[in-house]
């Protein structure tokens, strides 16, 4: 007896271009670390659904009044966690959309069970060098320290990959082309709603 829905992995070889047609039942929440591609490859999946795109951390900023890297130096310990949730919360409460997260947002528990609940997950699972092509030398992610990249992304890996897997769907994510990345997005997904959510299978043209 299965204990939840089927998760579903993209094969990491370039597919053929989706064929089979769907409408996400729920809100579509990207997860993963930073540098695996969450606001591009989420604003190119929602521009193919013809949803909304809305990014938690551009979001949680405009609540705050202040950037991400100072939330909680201004608001104190915790801040960003609690007030992410709630932002989260009101989001996920609105129309179906594809929703960018922040690189750590699925790991904390309350936000983790608020996203299993009202969205449907789709990891971007990037190895150590794509992440680090991506981010080497960049001063706008708070998380990262220059010069110390590799050291705190293989933390990262290590302590929340297995929290990560915890997603509905998985998608291996390389140096590509953005398109291509979304294209096996939209197949592992349609796997998936076919298994767990068979009546919104089939029902628009992606």
């Known amino acids: 007896m299965s204990d939840g829905p089927e998760k579903f992995s993209a094969m990491p070889s370039r597919p053929a ?42 979001e949680v900023e405009a609540a705050a009044g202040c950037s991400i890297g100072d939330i909680d130096s201004v608001f104190g310990a915790g801040a960003l966690q609690s007030g992410e949730y709630r932002v989260l919360s009101r989001i996920l409460g609105q129309s179906v959309q594809v929703v960018a997260t922040g690189c750590l947002s699925f790991t904390y528990d309350d936000t983790r069970a608020l996203l299993k609940e009202k969205a449907i997950s789709v990891w971007l699972k990037a190895d150590i060098q ?73 029902l628009k043209s992606v």
């Not at 670390?33 to 193919?48: F, N, V």
């Not at 291509?180 to 997005?185: G, K, L, P, Q």
């Open 130 to 202: 794509t992440l680090l092509l991506r981010v080497i030398g960049r001063k706008d992610r708070p998380l990262l320290e220059v010069g110390r990249e590799e050291e705190i992304l293989v933390g990262f890996i290590e302590n929340y990959y297995p929290i990560f897997a915890e997603s509905d769907v998985c998608v291996q994510t390389y140096d590509e082309p953005a398109n291509i990345t979304v294209d096996r997005v939209i197949i592992a997904m349609s796997e998936f709603i076919q298994k767990n959510y068979p009546d919104h299978h089939v």
């Open 17 to 58: 271009s989706p064929l089979v047609s769907f409408m996400p039942p729920k809100p579509i929440v990207i997860i993963g670390l930073m540098g695996c591609g969450k606001t591009s490859i989420g604003k190119r999946l929602a521009k193919r659904f013809d949803l909304p795109f809305c990014d938690s951390d551009q």
